[in-house]
């Protein structure tokens, strides 16, 4: 949490901005959500537009690529709670589009799955595939995902519980869901998964996918990557 109100009372000023894009950035490397809050839509609290200069500081947020950007004041006492969320969503949908800082470039990869999961992210960043799947029971795979984030790609992650679920709502890029994992058939489960966005309009007839889950090979199972036209 990059709090900056309490950070700001800690350090120059003028320091600021650099502390907070370094947070964000070894955050990135070392695959560690970050949420940057505090001050962001501030005189929105009493007016219904913001300045100019709080604009630009929910771009320069949105395109450092944190998980999360959070209100507080504004959404709690605030006069104009529907309106800061509106600024939010416009301001961020815009920046994403114009790309990022891509600090995930330096990621610290260090175990074969996490290794697995960035060659799921780049083969989706060349297909600019319309979802990645991935089938996660403690969240960690989704989580990768995440940490990497794709270029064009919402990343659907879908657990066997919703409390698992949950969880990941808060990583960038993750929309969550839940499905009954069929541990003998993986194949059915991500079948399972694929009609279920299908039938909720995620996902389209034509529809190129990424998938992450599991694959049965012999008497083991294994993490493969998969692509799907559906």
Known sequence: MLARGDLGIECPYEELPIIQRRIVKKCQELGRPVIVATHLLESMINNPMPTRAEITDVAN?????????????????????????????????????????????????????????????LLADELKAAAILVFTRRGHMARYVSWLRPRYSPIYAFADRWTMADTLTLCRGVIPGVVEFHHDSPERTVDNALRQLLGNGRLKRGDTVVVLSNVTAGDQVVDAVKMRVL
């Open 61 to 121: 947020a949105t395109f450092e690529q944190a998980d999360a950007i959070m209100l507080s004041g504004e959404t709690t006492v605030g006069k104009y709670p529907l309106q800061c969320l509106e600024v939010f969503d416009t301001v961020t949908r815009r920046i994403e589009r114009s790309g990022g800082a891509q600090y995930h470039a330096l990621a610290e990869l260090t175990s074969p799955r996490q290794k697995l999961v960035k060659s799921a992210v």
